[in-house]
């Protein structure tokens, strides 16, 4: 089944210590979106690939670093993680970037930081 | 600033009654929205949408209806399921100028038997 993959679905990190999570699609899709959700709040984008081509939300913290190496992966790298910022961390595909197209998300990375 | 809004955090509807989900929004370039539904440990999934030129758009037992002049749109499920408990995310786009999904909080919606 075509699908979107988070790897691992649950993260522990030290503050202050770099963490990566991984994303890849089997969708073929032209986008991939990194949100973060904290609790009891709405999925928040961080930022987006088209293709090879980042867009990077206004408000995203500098922590906040993204690659997309090939069309099946992208990565979200936090350089230096926060208390602020445990939380979910979801990957999203769509076909293509305008508002008509579906969203497809994967299950998610918890991420702890202690 | 909120763009999208659910103001309420939980539902609790008896199994075979209809379910009400409500939403809100702000901002008047908004002319698509979308409801998706999430079951614990999965991602959100697409549940029904709705352009800015319609006012319902009905699918099986899901019904979303759209009132523009309120910028207020609603989810109603009917016959609800316990198979419907899941948190429900509305969600608010731009079709043009490839804009992005703006979401609201979520709703849990637990369905008793």
């Known amino acids: 089944d075509a699908m979107v993959i988070q790897n691992p679905r649950y993260q522990v990190t030290q503050f202050g210590k770099p963490v990566t999570l991984s994303c890849s699609q089997t969708l073929n899709h032209n986008v991939m979106y990194w949100y973060q959700q904290k609790s009891s709040q709405a999925p928040k984008l961080l930022f987006h690939?088209?293709?090879?081509?980042?867009?990077n939300e206004a408000d995203t913290p500098d922590n906040f670093q993204s690659r997309r190496p090939n069309t099946s992966f992208c990565f979200l790298d936090i350089r230096s993680p926060g208390l602020g910022d445990a939380a979910m961390y979801l990957c999203?595909?769509?076909?293509?970037?305008?508002?008509?197209?579906?969203?497809?998300f994967g299950p998610g990375t918890r991420l702890t930081v202690l | 600033d909120q763009q999208v809004k659910q103001n309420s955090p939980s539902l609790s509807v008896q199994e075979g009654r209809i379910s009400i989900l409500n939403c809100d929004y702000t901002n008047s370039m908004f002319d698509y929205f979308l409801w998706y539904k999430k079951y614990p440990a999965e991602g959100p999934t697409f549940l029904i949408s709705?352009?800015?030129?319609?006012d319902k758009n009905e699918d099986g037992r899901f019904t979303v209806f759209l009132n523009k002049s309120a910028k207020h749109l609603s989810l109603h499920i009917v016959p609800s399921q316990p198979g419907d408990s899941a948190v429900y995310f509305c969600?608010?786009?731009?079709?043009?100028?490839?804009?992005?999904?703006?979401f609201g909080q979520g709703t849990r919606l637990t369905i008793n038997p």
């Open positions: 969600a608010a786009s731009a079709m043009e100028g490839a804009q992005k999904l703006v």
């Open positions: 709705i352009s800015s030129i319609k």
């Open positions: 690939y088209y293709d090879k081509d980042f867009n």
């Open positions: 999203a595909t769509s076909k293509e970037l305008a508002g008509l197209n579906e969203q497809f």
